[in-house]
C-alpha cells in the first residue's frame, strides 16, 4: 500500500513537473516573441524619427541660407549704389545663385510631403519679387544716377518685400521647430521605451531561464522523459538567441568580473569584433581611456556597496571599435540573479548619426549670428564712414549761416542743415541699433525720478505741440517714484515716443501722460495719444525697423527706426515697451522700468552750454597745430580760422609730420583726428603725451569714431576734450578755448 501511494506521489510529481515545464517554456516564447516585435516596432519608429529630425533641420538650415543669400544680394546692391563700385555686384550675383539653390533644396526636401510647408511657393514667389525689385533699382541707378536709387529706397518697397521674406521663413522655421521637438519627442520615447523593453526582456529571459533550468533538473530527477525536457528547453533557447540575433540594437551581457558572455550580431556590426573575439575577455575591451580604466572599479564598487551609478537608467557614453575609432552610444544597463550571482545586460544603441544633426544645426545656428555680427559691423563701419563728408557738409554750412546771406540763400543753407542733421540723427540710430543687436550699448544705470524726466522732455517737445495746437497733459499723481534707468537713453525713448504723439496726432488734438504700477516691481509711463490710430494687422509689427506702419504713405517725415530704437533701449535697461491701439481714436505706447529706492542726498552740478562766437578772442596770439589728412575738414576749420585773427592755424595732413610740427613750434592747442595715413591717431597722441618738449600741450581729439570705447580711451590717454563730427562749430571753437586757457602749451 505504502508503495502504492509512493508510485502514486511520484508520478503526480512528475506530471506537475511536466506541465510546469510546458508553461515556462509556453511563457517564455511568449514573451521574447512580444518583447521581440515590441523592439522591432520601437526601433523602426525611432529610426525614422530620427530620419525625420534629420530632415527638419536640413529644412531648417536652407530656410536660414536662403534669407541670407537674399540678405547678401541686398547688401551687395546697396553696396554698388552707395560707392558705384562694380565689385559690390559680385556679392549680389553670389546672393542670387544662393537663393535659387537653396530654394530648390526646399522643394526637393518638401516634395514628397508638400502640406510640411504650403507657404514655400508664396517665399518662392516673394523672393523672386525681393530679386526683381534690387534690378529695379539698380536699372533706376544707372538711368538716374543717385536721385533714382533713393527715391526707389525711399517707397518702401524693398522694406516691405524683404519683411514679407523674414516673416515667411519665419513662419516655416517656426512650424519646422515645432515639428522638430514633436520628432524630437517621439524618438527620445521610442529609445527610452526600446531601452526598458530590451532591458526588462533579459531580465526576463535570464529568470525565465533559471526557472525553467530548475523545472529541468527536477523534472530529470523524477521521470525518465528528461531527453524530451531537454528538447523543449532548447527549442526555448533557440527562440531567445533568435531574438538576440535580429535585435537591431546592440546586447551585452557580462559577469561581476566584467566578462562578457554574449556577444549579439548587431553588436558584432557596431564593433567590428567576431563574437569570438569578446566572448570571455573584459568588456572594457570596448571603452576607450579614461573609462576603460575606471570601469572595473565601477564595477566592485556597485558589487560592494550596491551603490548604483548607471544600472536602471540611461546614458551618452563613448564606445570604441575595433579599427580604433570612437563613436557615441546611448547606453541602458540593467542586472538580474542568476544562480545567486549577478548577470548584467547592456542594451547599445549607436547615435553618430543623431550627433551629427546636431552638431549641424549648431553649425548652421552660428553661422546666422555670424552673419548677424557681420551685418552689425557693417553698419557701424558705414555709418563711421559716412560721419566725415557729413561733417563737412554740416561745418560749411553753419560757416555760410554767420555771413549775411539773401533770404533764398538763407532758405537753402537752412535746409541742407535740416537735412544734415536728419541724415545725422538717421546714422546714430543705425549705430545705436547695430551696438544693441551685438550687446555693445554702454550703459549708465542709476536712480531717475520720473516725474523728473517727464517734466524734462515734455518741456522739450512743448514747441512743436504748440505749432500743431496739441495740448500736452501730464498727471504727475503717480510719478513720484525712482526707475533703474540710464537717465540720456530714457529721455531718448521718452523724445521719440512724445515726437511721434505729435507729429502722428491730429491738428489740435491731445497726449496724455500718466503713471502707474506695473508688474513685477515695475513703474509704469504711458504716452496716449488722439491721432488716426493703427490697425490691428500692423500693429503686430510695431517696433520693426523701417517699418512705418503705414505711415510711409502720408506726407509726414520719418526712417521708421525710432520705435525700434526704442524699444531695443527698453529691453537693453531690463524693461518692456508695449503699444495699444484703435483705429480712429488714438494710441498708447507704454514703458515698464524697474523701480529703483530712493537714493540718498547727493551734489548735484550742472553746467551751461557757450557761444565761442560769441566770445572775445583769447589774449594774445593762439597758435593751434590741427592734425587731419581730409582736405575738406582742413578748409572747414580753416575758414573759421579766419574769425579769429589773433589764431594762426598750422596744418599737419601725416601723423609723423604733426609730431615734427609740435615739437618745433610748441602751439597752444593740437587738434588731432584719429585716422590718418601714416600713423594711427592714437600712437601720435602717446608720443606727445611722452615727449617732455609736448607733453604739457592739451590735444583735443575731432573724430569720427564716436564709439564710447574710443572716447573713453583717447581721454585715458591724455586727450583734454573729445569731439565726435560732424561737430558743432560753435562747440569747436569753446573747446579751443578752454583747452588754451588750462593748457601751459610748449612751455
Known amino acids: 500500500m505504502r508503495a502504492s501511494r509512493m508510485s502514486d506521489w511520484m508520478a503526480s510529481r512528475a506530471t506537475r513537473s511536466r506541465w510546469l515545464l510546458w508553461a515556462g517554456v509556453s511563457a517564455l516564447v511568449v514573451a521574447v516573441a512580444l518583447a521581440g516585435w515590441l523592439v522591432y516596432q520601437n526601433a523602426v519608429t525611432a529610426s525614422e524619427n530620427q530620419d525625420l529630425v534629420v530632415h527638419t533641420h536640413q529644412v531648417i538650415e536652407e530656410l536660414n541660407a536662403t534669407l541670407q543669400g537674399l540678405t547678401d544680394a541686398e547688401t551687395g546692391s546697396r553696396g554698388f549704389l552707395l560707392t558705384s563700385d562694380p565689385k559690390f555686384l559680385d556679392v549680389y550675383d553670389r546672393g542670387v545663385v544662393a537663393v535659387e539653390s537653396h530654394l530648390s533644396a526646399l522643394e526637393a526636401l518638401t516634395a514628397a510631403d508638400p502640406a510640411e510647408q504650403p507657404e514655400l511657393p508664396l517665399l518662392r514667389q516673394r523672393a523672386a519679387d525681393k530679386l526683381a525689385n534690387i534690378v529695379l533699382g539698380q536699372t533706376l541707378f544707372r538711368e538716374r544716377g543717385s536721385a533714382g536709387a533713393a527715391e526707389h529706397l525711399a517707397s518702401g518697397l524693398p522694406k516691405t518685400i524683404m519683411d514679407d521674406v523674414r516673416a515667411i521663413v519665419g513662419r516655416m522655421e517656426a512650424r519646422e521647430q515645432e515639428l522638430l521637438a514633436a520628432r524630437q519627442e517621439s524618438s527620445d520615447t521610442a529609445t527610452l521605451r526600446t531601452n526598458l523593453v530590451m532591458g526588462g526582456l533579459m531580465i526576463a529571459v535570464v529568470l525565465l531561464l533559471g526557472t525553467v533550468g530548475v523545472v529541468v533538473q527536477r523534472t530529470l530527477r523524477a521521470q525518465q522523459g528528461e531527453l524530451q525536457v531537454a528538447a523543449d528547453l532548447q527549442a526555448a533557447q533557440e527562440g531567445l538567441r533568435a531574438i538576440l540575433a535580429t535585435a537591431p540594437d546592440a546586447i551585452i551581457t557580462i559577469g561581476a568580473s566584467g566578462i562578457v558572455e554574449s556577444f549579439n550580431p548587431a553588436a558584432e556590426r557596431m564593433f567590428g569584433y567576431a563574437p569570438g573575439e569578446v566572448i570571455g575577455k573584459n568588456v572594457s575591451k570596448l571603452m576607450p581611456p579614461p573609462h576603460r580604466d575606471e570601469h572595473d572599479s565601477y564595477l566592485r564598487n556597485y558589487l560592494e556597496t550596491g551603490v548604483a551609478k548607471l544600472i536602471g537608467s540611461g546614458r551618452e557614453v563613448t564606445g570604441l571599435r575595433k579599427d580604433g575609432t570612437t563613436f557615441p552610444l546611448d547606453l541602458a544597463v540593467g542586472?538580474?540573479?542568476?544562480?545567486?550571482?549577478?548577470?548584467?545586460?547592456?542594451?547599445?544603441?549607436?547615435?553618430?548619426?543623431?550627433?551629427?544633426?546636431?552638431?549641424?544645426?549648431?553649425?548652421?545656428?552660428?553661422?546666422?549670428?555670424?552673419?548677424?555680427?557681420?551685418?552689425?559691423?557693417?553698419?557701424?563701419?558705414?555709418?563711421?564712414?559716412?560721419?566725415?563728408?557729413?561733417?563737412?557738409?554740416?561745418?560749411?554750412?553753419?560757416?555760410?549761416?554767420?555771413?549775411?546771406?539773401?533770404?533764398?540763400?538763407?532758405?537753402?543753407?537752412?535746409?541742407?542743415?535740416?537735412?544734415?542733421?536728419?541724415?545725422?540723427?538717421?546714422?546714430?540710430?543705425?549705430?545705436?541699433?547695430?551696438?544693441?543687436?551685438?550687446?555693445?550699448?554702454?550703459?549708465?544705470?542709476?536712480?531717475?525720478?520720473?516725474?523728473?524726466?517727464?517734466?524734462?522732455?515734455?518741456?522739450?517737445?512743448?514747441?512743436?505741440?504748440?505749432?500743431?495746437?496739441?495740448?500736452?497733459?501730464?498727471?504727475?499723481?503717480?510719478?513720484?517714484r525712482y526707475v533703474f534707468v540710464d537717465r540720456q537713453r530714457i529721455k531718448q525713448v521718452l523724445l521719440n515716443v512724445l515726437s511721434n504723439a505729435i507729429k502722428y496726432n491730429r491738428e489740435g488734438g491731445s497726449v496724455f501722460l500718466s503713471c502707474s504700477e506695473g508688474e513685477n516691481e515695475r513703474w509704469r509711463i504711458a504716452v496716449r495719444d488722439t491721432g488716426r490710430g493703427i490697425a490691428p494687422e500692423r500693429l503686430a509689427r510695431w517696433g520693426t525697423a523701417f517699418d512705418r506702419l503705414g505711415a510711409e504713405t502720408t506726407s509726414i517725415e520719418g526712417t521708421g527706426l525710432g520705435l525700434s530704437l526704442s524699444r531695443g533701449l527698453v529691453e537693453a535697461m531690463n524693461g518692456e515697451m508695449g503699444a495699444e491701439s484703435v483705429l480712429g481714436e488714438g494710441s498708447t505706447f507704454w514703458l515698464d522700468l524697474p523701480v529703483a529706492l530712493e537714493p540718498g542726498p547727493a551734489l548735484i552740478g550742472g553746467s551751461a552750454a557757450v557761444d565761442a562766437l560769441a566770445l572775445p578772442a583769447p589774449h594774445g596770439p593762439l597758435v593751434v597745430l590741427y592734425i587731419e589728412d581730409n582736405l575738406a575738414n582742413i578748409g572747414l576749420v580753416e575758414r573759421l580760422m579766419q574769425r579769429r585773427p589773433n589764431t594762426r592755424l598750422i596744418v599737419a595732413m601725416q601723423g609723423s609730420l604733426g609730431l615734427e610740427l609740435a615739437r618745433q613750434h610748441r602751439p597752444d592747442v593740437i587738434v588731432l583726428d584719429l585716422h590718418l595715413p601714416d600713423v594711427p591717431g592714437d600712437h601720435v597722441l602717446a608720443e606727445l603725451r611722452g615727449d617732455p618738449a609736448t607733453r604739457n600741450i592739451p590735444v583735443v581729439i575731432a573724430s569720427a569714431d564716436a564709439t564710447p570705447g574710443t572716447v573713453e580711451r583717447m581721454l585715458a590717454g591724455g586727450a583734454r576734450a573729445y569731439l565726435a563730427k560732424p561737430f558743432d562749430v560753435r562747440q569747436f571753437l569753446a573747446t579751443i578755448d578752454e583747452a588754451a586757457d588750462q593748457g601751459t602749451g610748449g612751455a
Open 335 to 480: 542586472v538580474t540573479q542568476v544562480g545567486g550571482k549577478p548577470v548584467f545586460s547592456g542594451i547599445l544603441r549607436d547615435v553618430s548619426e543623431r550627433k551629427a544633426a546636431e552638431e549641424a544645426l549648431r553649425t548652421a545656428t552660428e553661422e546666422a549670428r555670424s552673419a548677424n555680427r557681420a551685418k552689425s559691423d557693417f553698419l557701424s563701419r558705414m555709418s563711421h564712414e559716412l560721419r566725415t563728408p557729413l561733417n563737412v557738409v554740416l561745418g560749411f554750412g553753419q560757416v555760410l549761416q554767420l555771413d549775411p546771406l539773401t533770404p533764398g540763400q538763407d532758405d537753402s543753407v537752412t535746409h541742407i542743415l535740416t537735412a544734415g542733421r536728419h541724415l545725422l540723427n538717421l546714422i546714430d540710430e543705425i549705430l545705436d541699433l547695430s551696438r544693441i543687436e551685438a550687446g555693445r550699448l554702454p550703459l549708465s544705470l542709476e536712480p531717475v525720478l520720473v516725474d523728473t524726466i517727464l517734466t524734462e522732455s515734455t518741456d522739450l517737445v512743448r514747441p512743436l505741440a504748440d505749432g500743431r495746437g496739441i495740448s500736452i497733459e501730464l498727471d504727475t499723481d503717480d510719478c513720484q
